[in-house]
Structure formats: C-alpha cells, structure tokens
C-alpha cells in the first residue's frame, strides 16, 4: 500500500480520509478500530476548519476566563460534538482498509510489525497513535510533565451559578476548593443538549498532579457555588503529557498528539490536526513518485517547518516557566497573560507558522511583567529542565 496510518483517532483518521481522497492506496491500524472517543474536544470558532459540517459542532459559546480578575477572551469557543466528529471522518474512509491490530514497532523502513507476530507493509508509514507513539520506543529518564483532569458532566440548570447560557469559562485559577498548594483551575464548557462539563484541571505538572486530589477540589469548589452533584453524573478523567520530545521513530512520520502537535500551553491539537492532514496528504501525493524518502521528507517539512520548530521551543520554554512557577504566582503570570493585546493572546495560543508574531507576543509579555515575573520567564531558556515538581521549587 502506499499509505499506512497507525492509530484511529481523530488525527489517524482524518490523515487516512485525507490520503484516501487523494487516490493513495491507505491503510489505518488500530487495536480496536470501532472504540469510541471518549474525551471533549474544542477549539475557537476561527479554528474550525471549513469543511466540517455545522453538525459536529456540540455548542458554542463566549469565552472568558479568570486569573485575579474576569476577563472576555474575545473569541468564540467551540465544542465538538465527539460522536458526530467520528461518523464524519468514518464517512470519509472510502476506500481506506481497515486493520485490527496493535502495532509494537517499525523493525525496517515501510513496515509496521504487529503483537501477533505479523508484517504490514506500506512506502509511507504514519504513527498516530497518541500519546503511546507504539513506532518510537526511544525512552527517556525524564519524568513527564502532564495535564491531568477530572470533570462531571451536569445539567446546565446545575452549572447556572458557573456560566450563563452561551458562556464558557476557559479557566477560573481562583481557589475556591479551599487549598494551598498547586495550583489548578476549573474549566466549564457546555456540551448541547442542555449538559455542560465543569473540570478541575492542573495545566501541567512533572509529574502529573493526582486524580484523587483533582476529584477532590472540584467536589469542595462546587459545593463553594452551591452545586449539588448527583450521584448518577458523568465522569470524565484526563491525563496526557505535554512535553512529548519530537517524534523519533526511523522512517515514520509522527503525526497528531505523536508529533506531537499538542500546544505546551494549551493541551489542545485537535484543531492543528484536522488543519494539516490534507496538507500531510498532499505532500505524499506529489512526492511519493519520487519514491518513499521523498514523500516522508516532504510531509515531514509540512508537520515540523521551521517556523513550527521555533515555536515549538518557545513554547516549551513558557512550559519550563510555568512548572518552575511558585504556586501562589501562577494566577499573577496569567492575569498578565490574559491583559495582553487580543493579537498577542491569539498567536501564543493558536500560531503555528507566526515566529515574529510570537516573538511579539512574548515581548509584551516580558514588557508588562515586573522583574521577579521577568527573570521567571527568562531562566528556562538556559537552565536544564525541571526534574520533578514533588521537589520544592525555589527561586
């Protein structure tokens, strides 16, 4: 075959759709192709791209968060409706074989073995498989620095005291749970159909901050509000890395949270992955008669340009920052964050390809920060990262 994709995720299958549609004869591997996806996934509205269907789109709302005070974001946010997200990009896989299996790794160029002893073969080999990246078994000593989050879904009367109909809280870094310590925020969004999903959620620590104590602050901050929460509700737990090294797998593109493309900042890669996978697709497209190389070269130069690399570096500075934070400065840094230009905000979010751009953003930044904030953001860029948060960081 000329394509094979490993992993049927949103990311996986919507490159498979995308070579299909191209004429490349794709295959798409998965241990379990028919699981469905049980995570939320959003994005802000500019970001949607502009042939999904108005359908796959749960709910949209305003979005505003809070560090010391309010502030309206200025950009809609968009809830995707993960279910019809999944029959869309199913609906595209005309053409595209599908493989139940579990790949354990990429012994030589263009093949894919798997845990039953057998070989798949294609000129272009894709890992996305998440955050298990099964075609890049390097390892590492370093402990991962991860978003985690636990969240209850309620029904929208419930959540009243949080968000106003056509509202979605992107983070409220106030401590109403009634802790010191690490700090975590809440996020709210509604999910149609008369549901909204509020989650206490640590943005990133090393090594990920418990489930257990994330459980427990959201049951003491909603009960802060006056909420109630039935028995009956909804759960929903997160934990995913957010430092993930570039994907090193020989002769394999690393593609979706595999990249990764998932944002240092955010978590988010949804919207980077539907947006490049035509692209990906195309590239292999014009240079696969050039033979496997090529192709591989030139979707990897469409994943990791330049610009995208330099990025990638800056932000995983900001990470370094954050993590080496003390917790009682973390809500300070984002009321300065969220006071930049809406300019700014938007390319540290959403940019991938804007380097003078972000160089702008992040001077702003430095510029409106006082000199304790200053050397903060300054000192990841040349000391080795944080080994552990369990650590007590000073500074």
């Not at 009682?328 to 003078?356: I, K, M, N, Q």
Request: proline share 8%; glycine share 10%; charged share 20%.
């Amino acid at each position: 075959m000329d394509v094979l994709v490993v992993g049927a995720g949103p990311a996986g299958m919507a490159l498979a759709a995308a070579c299909g549609r191209l004429g490349l004869t794709t295959g798409l591997l998965d241990p379990a192709p028919e699981r469905p996806w049980l995570a939320t996934y959003g994005m802000w509205s500019r970001e949607l791209p502009t042939d999904l269907p108005e359908s796959v789109v749960a709910a949209r709302a305003a979005g505003r968060a809070i560090a010391r005070t309010e502030h309206r974001l200025g950009w809609e946010y968009a809830v995707i409706d993960v279910p019809a997200l999944r029959e869309h990009l199913c609906a595209q896989l005309t053409g595209v074989r599908i493989h139940t299996g579990r790949a354990v790794g990429s012994p030589q160029p263009g093949t894919v073995e798997l845990g039953d002893g057998s070989v798949l073969r294609a000129r272009v080999v894709v890992d996305a498989g998440g955050r298990w990246r099964p075609l890049d078994r390097v390892t590492s000593d370093r402990t991962p620095a991860e978003q985690t989050a636990y969240g209850l879904i309620l029904d929208e009367a419930a959540a009243a005291p949080l968000i106003a109909p056509g509202e979605a809280l992107f983070m409220d870094w106030r401590a109403d749970y009634g802790e010191t310590g690490w700090p975590t925020f809440l996020y709210v969004v509604p999910l149609g159909a008369g549901q909204v999903l509020v989650e206490e959620t640590s943005l990133a620590r090393r090594p990920g901050f418990p489930l257990a104590t994330l459980r427990r602050r959201l049951h003491a901050r909603l009960a802060h509000h006056g909420i109630e929460v039935p028995k009956d509700a909804r759960r929903e737990k997160v934990s995913f890395r957010v430092d993930h090294p570039r994907h090193r797998g020989s002769d394999v593109l690393g593609f979706g949270a595999a990249a990764p493309l998932v944002h240092p900042a955010t978590g988010f890669s949804l919207a980077a992955s539907l947006a490049l996978a035509p692209q990906v697709a195309a590239a292999i497209t014009a240079h696969l008669p050039d033979g496997p190389d090529s192709a591989l070269a030139a979707a990897q130069a469409v994943v990791w340009p330049r610009s995208a690399q330099v990025i990638h570096r800056l932000r995983r500075i900001g990470l370094e920052a954050l993590l080496r934070m003390p917790p009682d400065e973390v809500p300070g840094f984002f009321e300065r964050f969220f006071t930049l230009p809406d300019a700014h905000r938007w390319t540290y979010l959403t940019s991938r390809d804007d380097v003078r751009g972000m160089a702008a953003a992040m001077g702003c930044l430095f510029r409106v920060s006082d000199g304790r904030l200053r050397r903060r953001l300054v000192l990841p860029a040349v000391l080795p990262p944080l080994r552990t948060n369990d650590a007590a960081v000073t500074g």
